[in-house]
């Protein structure tokens, strides 16, 4: 899906002129757009929408309600039960080991909960945790899902991906398999095992020749082993438990990740919003959804415009690439030596000339649901139309806050 930026921020300014910055927008149409063209990429196997990247209930959904979309990727307890609660899901897994004595009390007195949200775990210390909170012949059965780390190790120490799991290879999932089998309370359903190496890191920096042919050698050597790692991992499991999916892949990789015989769901979210560290991949590219615009406040100089707020800094390595950017109108950038400011942003280019006092420049954010932290609503966009919608946190909820 094609958007002249013109015509673009056109309708944006069309449907917010009423309302007062800073404003937060999702247009619809391309957020629909981006959720078919996932469920395209994913050739037939079940998506479930990562939550941490839209945090908004109504988008949630609205995505669920679409054809190829089943379930949600929790961030925390707290939040899976909240989604459940509220009717979002009936099949919640929490993607990440938790440590929520209170949550964990509710999940285990409620069988409506336990039945419908699968916990994160790859070590029986987080089992020992769940007993201590509620003790297995007073509970319903605690969903589980085994952790197997992605990462790449090619040789000796060298580590390629991210921390997670210490759950490496087949025969250490087998043998938590195994373990978690044997302690009564406990059912283990899903294996997961998210490539962080792959689906979430571009293979095309603007501006970084060297570092893009690295990144793609990398990822060519590192995505077979993967394949074949995951294979043994999941009939070592299976010779244990029925495993109800094995999920895998973020945004990044929804094609290759479902072309995995082992895998029978994939997850994404940060491909509704389009945020801007996807413009660095080559395979697919979402169409940018997910927008803030702040307005012009002062004119230091004839090529600067300054708008009050900017600095929305997305999670992640200290670098360039998890600032905002102006988006519209087009030809601005920060200054070096300032970049986005809590309070004010002066903005450079051609394009400063002919901002004034009043005016508003629209931004995109470099990750998808962090966006939503600093909004108590976003606007829906249908066509010139504004409809003001909570995120999670106008709903009241700071699930990591």
Partial sequence: MLTDRNTLRQRLETATDHLETPIAVVDLAAFDDNADRLTTRAAGKPIRVATKSVRCRALLERVLARPGWRGVMAYTLPEAIWLVRHGVTDDALVAYPTADRAALRELAGDEKLAAAISLMVDHPSQLDLVDRVSRPANRPPVRLCLELDASWKPAGPLHVGVRRSPVHSAAQAGALART??????FRLVGLMCYEAHIAGVGDDPPGRALRARAIRLMQRQAFPELVARRAAAVRAVRAHTDLEYVNGGGTGSVAATSADPAVTEVTAGSGLYGPTLFDAYRSW???????????????????????????????GPAEASRLPQPYLPEGLSFRGDEGPGEVQTPLLGAAAERLRPGDRVWFRHAKAGELCEHVNAVQLIDGRTATPTPTYRGEGHAFLG
């Fill in 180 to 185: 978690i089998s044997a302690r009564p309370g």
């Fill in 285 to 315: 590219r979402p169409t940018p959804a997910a927008f803030f615009a702040l307005s012009v406040v002062r004119r230091p100089a004839p090529r600067i415009a300054t708008v009050l707020g900017g600095g929305w800094i997305a999670s």
